[in-house]
């Protein structure tokens, strides 16, 4: 029996059992299963982007979407619904189960090298990453928005910093690419939040960090050769439906889901930046067809599909300040920093961080260590973990066929994640994380936490975990 490299550490029940009202739910996704989703707007705001058609031109048989889900060991909840033969798209819940986080196991790690390299540095990195094949896209110093590219080394089974390989110096040395946009950055993004590789382009998001007015509508950039980012033609910015709460991590839709969700990749953020009223208030997911973005020369907004998303008026946890002292699901501290489907599942898992579910979250507040934060923080220093949050795609496909709202649905499971590397008094939080679905190995980046280096070296550690559904 595998012992769980996961866990849930905090009170309370942080797994939700569903109930009849998961037939209901199923029925309306098979009815609309029986045509193939249109992506269209997100909302009726009056800052939304005018956004491109699109559709779906192909179908698939019932065969080949099971074939392509895997079957299933029953661990989630069954529905009772069979697929049905000749129907364009079978029911999903019946052909995948759902995941818990100790179906994840840890493999090994590695550590990252701290000389400036090119224009920037791994010290300070916010640890927004990509896997290529047997390399590692990063952004470099949080402030230099930056990229480079490394090898990944062998892998050790250690938790031990001395322990580990360090990457050998970067196949391609940082450089930026923000300001190299075909028409600029009028809107003087400055910060990267994902990156995916796209066949041999590379597909950016970025958002100013500081966005005061609440007002950018760009997002979006593609590099023509993720190879050659030195060299490479880069696109013109453009605005993705959604804006903001959708445009964050960028991750691939495994194939057998693809005609159900209707795109290729997910695309989404959550609150954790400044001027959270532009932010999804909880994780997001957008579906969005990224194979099409990098295949043409639009400048037209990029059509997106909400699956999950929330907001100041609607939030994951209406308590955000954690008053009531039960609220272990959301604060004003959380923030997911990836999310993506795990293949042969119907499980959507998003990472990241949370705090004061403890003690409570105040704004300039004088901590238990007498230190006085610049904004929310928790009243105990030391009450900040990472943590995890997994979502039934049952869930999100009821929303994208209206049966229900992005903002009414609840995760699964959730709590904090027990992650290795965590030395000295600060979190070493989850800054990124890329799924190798060739490997089967999930990579998290954990911001600053090789701090063996010197007092201002601390570059990310990458830690990898195979899933065992």
Known sequence: MRAPIFHSALSGASV??????????????FL?????????????????????????????????LVSGL?????????????????????????VAELISIADLSYVGAFALPTAED????????AG??????????????????????????DLVASTEISALNIADAPRQSFVKILD???????????????????GNALVINAI???????????????????SDLKNSAVGEFRSMVGLTRAAGWLSAIPEGWRPLIGGSHISGFSSGAPIIGRLSVGPSAFAVDLEA????????????????????????????????GQNNLWTHLSQARFGFIVPGTRTYMTLGQSGGHQSGVGYKVSQSNGNVCGGHCSFGAQDSYNYYWLWDLDDLLSAAAGAITPDSIKPYEFGQLDLPFQTGTSLKPVGGASYDSVKNLLYISLVRANNELGEYNNPPIIVAYRINP
Do not use: W
């Open 180 to 198: 190299r946009a075909a028409s600029g950055n009028p809107e003087s993004l400055d910060e990267i939040v994902g990156l995916e590789v796209v």
């Open 16 to 29: 939700v059992n569903y109930s009849n009202e998961k037939i209901m739910k199923v029925k309306m996704i």
């Open 208 to 226: 100013e960090y500081y966005d005061a007015p609440a007002d950018n509508q760009l997002s979006t950039l593609v590099v023509d050769n993720a």
């Open 32 to 64: 609309s299963a029986l045509s193939v989703f249109v992506l269209h707007g997100c909302g009726s705001s009056t800052t939304e982007p005018v956004e491109e058609s699109f559709s779906l031109e192909h179908s698939v048989s019932a065969a080949e």
């Open 70 to 94: 895997g079957s299933g060991t029953g661990k989630a909840p069954e529905t009772g619904v069979e697929p049905v033969q000749g129907a364009a798209l079978p029911v999903a819940g019946a």
């Open 118 to 125: 090119g224009v920037s540095t791994l010290d300070y990195s």
């Open 293 to 324: 973005v990098v295949a043409t020369a639009s400048t037209a907004a990029i059509p997106s599909k909400e699956l999950l998303g929330f907001s100041l008026d609607q939030p994951l946890n209406n308590d955000l300040l954690n008053e009531s």
């Open 128 to 153: 927004v990453i990509e896997v290529n094949g047997d390399s590692l896209l990063i952004v470099g110093h949080d402030q230099h928005d930056a990229i480079a590219e490394f090898s990944i080394p």
